[in-house]
């Protein structure tokens, strides 16, 4: 079985930041992508920051020069730098996983989701 699991989320004052972590366990063969979306309020569940097969990055127009997405030493953990928050970020952020387990089965793993509220 494979499990996704993040930490991370809190409460911060704007123009502050927050690092998310997300690490992946499992019969994991290969992982092709490892990535965060979010979900605020009210609003449909978009993709944040992306990363593929450990080396192409793409972030969502919303956050780029803001957050970093990178992988851990540890090949199944993936990490979101956030910085200079804002309100608009307020979010429950979901990593998830584009894998292939060692019976060669495609799977997307979702984490549970960690809150991120950027308020004064």
């Known amino acids: 079985q494979v499990q996704v699991v993040e930490s991370g989320g809190g409460l911060v004052q704007p123009g502050g930041s927050l690092r998310l972590s997300c690490a992946a366990s499992?019969?994991?063969?290969?992982?092709?992508?490892m990535g965060w979306y979010r979900q605020g309020p009210g609003k449909q569940r978009e993709l944040v920051a992306r990363?593929?097969?450990?080396?192409?990055?793409d972030y969502a127009d919303s956050v780029k020069g803001r957050f970093t997405i990178s992988r851990g030493n540890a090949k199944n953990t993936v990490y979101l730098q956030m910085n200079s928050l804002k309100p608009e970020d307020t979010a429950i952020y979901y990593c998830?996983?584009?894998?292939?387990?060692?019976?060669?089965?495609?799977?997307?793993?979702w984490g549970q989701g960690t809150q991120v509220t950027v308020s004064s």
């Open positions: 998830y996983t584009e894998s292939e387990t060692y019976t060669y089965r495609q799977l997307t793993i």
């Open positions: 990363i593929t097969n450990g080396i192409t990055t």
């Open positions: 499992g019969s994991i063969r290969s992982m092709y992508v």
